[in-house]
């Protein structure tokens, strides 16, 4: 089975054509999702992000959260690229979540408190490896595969609510202690990538959920 073809209604919708091989909306999709990752840099190297104390980051991320599931909603392109694309592709963003060594140097030079670094960080290196090994070793559209990558969708959105419940905790205690995350380049979690994998999580658990299609 090929992802990329699972829906096909509106292909050339108002003259637009389709890339072979290319889920629809790619195009769209990408240009956004570079002009989104530009407007984070630059918040992110004006100070203003850094300058923000609890409740303000917190709420920063659950807007751009609950801003890109509205997108997928609400837009046609986004729509589309989330319907159609290979499962395959959505779970290779998670290998940013190698980020997990970077939180454990920043442990290790007193820039991140142990109660963070090291579990956030080895949780987070742990759903890394994981996808690529699922991505190399699993078939999203087999039995056991399908049932693999539920498994892996399952933790790995317990793993980033946790490290996320874990930073707040410790923000509200003593903002100081959390001061990394709010520059760059770890600003970059905050105000892109953390909202980018709860929402493939939830939108591959959604299609996961789905009855396997006849074969």
């Given at each position: 089975m090929c992802y990329t073809t699972d829906v096909r209604q509106g292909d050339h919708e108002a003259g637009r054509t389709v890339a072979p091989g290319l889920p629809r909306g790619t195009g769209p999709t990408l240009v956004a999702a570079a002009a989104w990752l530009l407007a984070a840099g630059v918040v992110g190297s004006s100070g203003w992000f850094a300058a923000l104390s609890p409740p303000a980051p917190q709420l920063v991320l659950a807007g751009l959260t609950i801003a890109l599931l509205l997108a997928v909603r609400l837009w046609s392109p986004l729509r589309q690229f989330v319907a159609t694309v290979d499962l395959r592709a959505l779970v290779l963003f998670h290998v940013t979540r190698f980020v997990?060594?970077?939180?454990?140097?920043?442990?290790?030079?007193?820039?991140?408190?142990?109660?963070?670094?090291?579990?956030?960080?080895?949780?987070?290196?742990?759903?890394?490896?994981?996808?690529?090994?699922?991505?190399?070793?699993?078939?999203?559209?087999?039995?056991g595969g399908r049932r693999a990558y539920l498994a892996w969708?399952?933790?790995?959105?317990?793993?980033?609510?946790?490290?996320?419940?874990?930073?707040?905790?410790?923000?509200?205690?003593?903002?100081?202690?959390?001061?990394?995350?709010?520059?760059?380049?770890?600003?970059?979690?905050?105000?892109?990538?953390?909202?980018?994998?709860?929402?493939?999580?939830?939108?591959?658990?959604?299609?996961?959920?789905?009855?396997?299609?006849?074969?």
């Open positions: 997990g060594f970077y939180f454990l140097a920043l442990h290790a030079r007193g820039e991140l408190p142990w109660a963070f670094a090291v579990p956030g960080g080895w949780g987070d290196n742990a759903v890394a490896a994981t996808a690529l090994l699922l991505v190399l070793l699993a078939r999203p559209d087999s039995h969708n399952v933790l790995g959105l317990l793993d980033i609510l946790g490290v996320i419940l874990i930073a707040a905790r410790l923000a509200f205690a003593d903002p100081g202690s959390m001061r990394a995350l709010l520059r760059l380049p770890l600003s970059l979690l905050l105000t892109f990538v953390v909202p980018v994998i709860i929402v493939t999580h939830v939108l591959m658990l959604t299609r996961l959920a789905r009855p396997a299609p006849a074969r």
